[in-house]
């Protein structure tokens, strides 16, 4: 038997194997990875491949003739299972034919996943029966995926079910069989429609809902959509929802169908701009808070709402289209991850996920920020996690110039020692119309390190600026003078909205500060801060300590990760993996109700100093500050 | 420790136990047999007695005040695992506290069967939450149920979930959970709704579709209703239907929601006759022919009418009520009982199920005669069956005269030997409008019998009776004078209509004679036969055998089973056992195709004559004829 060498291109990497071997065999001897659903049989016609010098190897099979098109076999695309080495060659590996790897972007981390989906998409040509052999069609097509895929005690579902005689009548039985979790199958479609698989990752959010659509078969996110959650009508916040909703059983359905019909929009949006039919839309992962999550379902969500907060349920739930009127293919897959309690929902799972800290040894703290800021401390060894009613400041409510991190919203600021002059940037560029909760941070850290408030938030009336001044009996800061705004009058941060930013920064870092405790760590223990919420894409990592919103650890440790949920959502759309972590999460993760730790009260109002009254817990701020009379 | 005595009413028996010992632990020591749900933990209520000599036991305890109602205590209602022996006593086991076996009547047999249906509806009190067991909802009433009921891996469903929180709330927590197979809670309600549990069983016939309404919690049938299959007007037979249905997805569409129609119409005035809501009605069982069950799930029929005859699917379905818009409990399940083959379909399962001939020792034949005759010959070691094409003869059709066995049909005739007088009993009483299939065979055996047809089948012109004679150039026998009937003229049978009578019975013969060549076995082996199909009440056996419709067999041991399809549906509404047993038969029945049989156009043939052209097969009638030229 004599020596083959084959160049794998495009690493150019060199492989020896020996004659008559499939090329396959050769890969996998060799550690080179290929995708192949079928383990070798010529069926799946995943493991294509360019055979530059198509003189060295077999003639293409029949087996080839069949799977490949005619195009394709002029390009001397080969099915590496079918071509035997006859010697040397060159053959060049296409992206997706590749071993499918993909690396999630969060903002800041990136995480790599195995792609693994629920949903896979197999090509079958079940035989016909006969009268001695008068299986049923299912029972051909089921036992051709056992065989072919080892796929063994699959089931078929009804949607599935009533598609197949006419998928096999219309391609002379070679069929495109779509499975769920190596378990139904859910749609049967006539030809090969392999790679016509999609799912939708969404975020509900209880001002915004996300959507990602993204390709299974390839994992790339091929568009995405978001639109205002239109219940918003029916309140701004959680609370006033679930009040809402509790009205009565027509209230909660009209809520339901709001969300619902986002959620619908959102999809159709997402279909249309990347030209993707709906019926290849097979399964939506959906993460949100528990009141999102409750009202989606049509859960009546009351008990969220009351001491002891607990949901009607929390583990992961997989639902069909039609239970809940979801656009997409009919036996399609509707899977919610799990919540962990009354006030920490689906997203939060979903973001520590995309952080990774649960499978992380360093010491992490995870702060998703938003009307109720979550906070989750730990690593590997195990997770504490905490809802913090931080309210909605940062997220531009209730601040009198407050607006979301969007288009017109300044987003970053900066001021001079000297002259207070303030220079800041717009979302989208252009003049402002109001400041998003990232220029709130860095306002507030700016006007407090040049002295313009003391640590406990009162603006200097003293200070020798002229940006200071007395409006309706109290003072306020001109961030932008008029002429310099989108709008008819002066930016200002007033002395409420500071009261209002400690308030919210008090209540995160009082989170913080209690999961420490309870995890018996001080602030140096914490090896990486990961900061998520509705800041458009930045934050000020310096700024955020200076105000005290998050513990005071070296500013290279903290991460910013912008929508962490969508990035969860989405990496379970990818992986089955990911939601057995999910679900595994939703066990675990130890929830520590604040209201009931003694040291609540003492904690929310130490907080509510800039950074802390305590301001040892912040010895680098105190260092940046100086020795002054704010930190003295 | 000292003996007491205990008299159990109404039997009367006298069971011995020990003083201290519950009257539920001492019923299950002396193999009396009580109801209990919950393993004496006092919670399911189900083992109430009447205690006659209340002054010999202990008071009535606390479980005991939250489970009966006041009426109940002071009837000296008391259950059977809370009361503890003193002294000797009385006890009534009510009718609903003794173990249920229903004995399931179909005309003619009766079978026994044990009470266990996939509904079980049981009594719950789960606890409430505390912020130190914040325990979902969900999870509390599933750890309930498995503590209590030994239900371990028990899920909730969708529609269950939404429920459950007001539930819990109109009831503080004491609320009744539909469990469905062991497996799934499916609905959950306030308070004890234990005894509201029904289910409809249906048969779909290609004329008719019958519904039962059942207790599932006494096994009683509360109603019954049936209307005509409303796909009539796309054709009468299962062929012509599959024809409709394959011409356009519209047109199968059309079929299929007219038959669902027909289903929810049924459902909705059985549970309308026994004041049942809705709501209650969690499962139906269905059986059907092949092509009723393809077109009812929307699955396109025409597979079951092309060679080699093979359907989609032929296992068992679970649906829920949104798969197919199914008018009952919205978590509840729809079971379609399996098929066999592309003409034997789950309605011969079902009959089979009924006459429990799988289970039996007896080689017993079993034929359900319908425009599609099935014929099922075997024993518990194994059974055939094969479909013929009888036509809808025996259902009226295509006879002059002929009508179903409603109202106004002749449904049993008989003949005076010397001037051919002919006595007949109509259903319903008064004047016929037509003749139905039980009559036609009587009709035809008479005639026989009496030489008016020889063993071609051809009328006998040559015979001295006024009632034969020529119209429209053929012979013809008037069965009743036009002064005797509710119509402008007399009711006849034709030539033609012997002719089509002597091709069904024919077709059905050779169906046995082929199955019992197969099996190797001569008409003297068979112990059993029995007979369903839509003749009513009444079929006279000798007569099936003078004109050949069925084996010489004995006649005590012919049993007209009526529509025991409907039976079997019954049955598997009732008991998880008998489903699995139909699925078992699914399996292991084997399917002759008569078609391909060597033999079978010489045995159609030879069954044309009266009763086969080998009279030798028929020795009993050989000697009730007597050896004249018709036997000759």
């Not at 870092?509 to 509705?534: D, F, N, Q, T």
Request: hydrophobic share 40%; proline share 3%.
């Amino acid at each position: 038997m004599s020596d083959v060498f084959v160049t794998v291109e495009p690493e150019g990497r060199k492989i020896r194997s020996i004659a008559g071997v499939t090329l396959l065999d050769a890969f996998a001897a060799s550690g080179v990875s290929v995708r192949s659903e079928c383990g070798g049989r010529g069926v799946c016609g995943k493991c294509k491949v360019f055979v530059t010098e198509k003189t060295r190897v077999n003639e293409v099979t029949d087996q080839e003739k069949r799977v490949l098109t005619g195009e394709e076999i002029k390009l001397n695309l080969r099915l590496a299972c079918q071509v035997r080495l006859e010697g040397d060659l060159t053959v060049m590996i296409p992206v997706e034919s590749r071993v499918r790897q993909r690396r999630i972007q969060v903002a800041g981390v990136e995480v790599a996943l195995e792609l693994s989906p629920a949903i896979r998409k197999l090509r079958a040509q079940p035989s016909s029966p006969t009268l001695l052999d008068p299986q049923t069609y299912s029972e051909r097509l089921l036992r051709f995926l056992d065989e072919t895929y080892d796929l063994g005690g699959l089931t078929i579902n009804y949607e599935a079910l009533k598609k197949l005689p006419g998928a096999l009548n219309a391609s002379r039985r070679d069929v495109t069989a779509t499975v769920w979790n190596s378990r139904e199958v859910i749609d049967v479609e006539a030809g090969d429609t392999t790679q016509h698989a999609y799912g939708l990752a969404v975020d509900i959010g209880t001002s915004k809902i996300v959507g990602q659509l993204i390709s299974l078969d390839d994992g790339q996110v091929v568009a995405t959509s978001s639109l205002e959650n239109p219940q918003i009508i029916h309140g701004e916040d959680v609370i006033s929802r679930i009040t809402f909703a509790s009205a009565s059983e027509a209230a909660l359905d009209q809520l339901q169908s709001i969300v619902l019909d986002g959620i619908n929009a959102v999809a159709s949006r997402v279909c249309t701009q990347a030209g993707v039919d709906a019926t290849h839309l097979y399964e939506m992962t959906i993460v949100g808070n528990s009141a999102m999550h409750h009202i989606l379902l049509g859960i009546p969500p009351l008990s969220l709402a009351l001491a002891p907060y607990v949901p009607t349920v929390k583990s992961s739930l997989n639902l069909g289209p039609k239970d809940v009127a979801f656009h997409m293919n009919e036996g399609g897959n509707v899977h919610l991850l799990p919540l962990v309690a009354g006030f920490v929902g689906a997203d939060n799972i979903a973001g520590i996920l995309s952080t990774g800290i649960h499978k992380s040894k360093e010491l992490s703290l995870f702060i998703d920020i938003g009307t109720n800021t979550e906070v989750n401390l730990g690593n590997s060894e195990g997770l504490l996690c905490c809802s913090c009613a931080s309210g909605p400041a940062f997220e531009g409510a209730h601040i009198r110039d407050g607006m979301k991190a969007v288009q017109g919203a300044i987003e970053r600021v900066s001021m001079d020692a000297n002259d207070h002059a303030v220079h800041f940037e717009v979302i989208g560029g252009g003049k402002p119309v109001g400041i998003c909760g990232s220029a709130m941070i860095d306002i507030l850290a700016e006007m407090f390190r040049h002295n313009l408030v003391n640590r406990t938030g009162r603006i200097n009336g003293e200070a020798r600026s002229k940006r200071i001044r007395r409006a309706n009996a109290s003072l306020e800061f001109v961030v932008a003078w008029r002429e310099e705004t989108d709008k008819d009058e002066d930016i200002v941060i007033t002395q409420g909205d500071i009261r209002e930013l400690q308030l919210a920064k008090a209540a995160i870092y009082a989170g913080c500060a209690i999961l420490m405790k309870h995890h018996a760590v001080s602030p140096e223990a914490i090896e990486k801060i990961y900061l998520a919420g509705a800041f458009g894409n930045y934050i000020d990592s310096v700024n955020a300590k200076i105000i005290g919103i998050i513990p005071d650890v070296p500013t290279e440790n903290v991460v910013f990760v912008g929508n962490s949920a969508l990035s969860g959502a989405r990496m379970a759309l990818l992986s089955t993996d990911v939601r057995r972590e999910a679900t595994d999460l939703s066990r675990q993760l130890t929830y520590v109700e604040l209201g009931a730790a003694s040291n609540f009260n003492e904690e929310l109002i130490s907080a509510t100093y800039l950074p802390h009254k305590d301001i040892t817990r912040f010895p680098s701020i105190h260092k940046i500050l100086g020795n002054d009379s704010r930190t003295g």
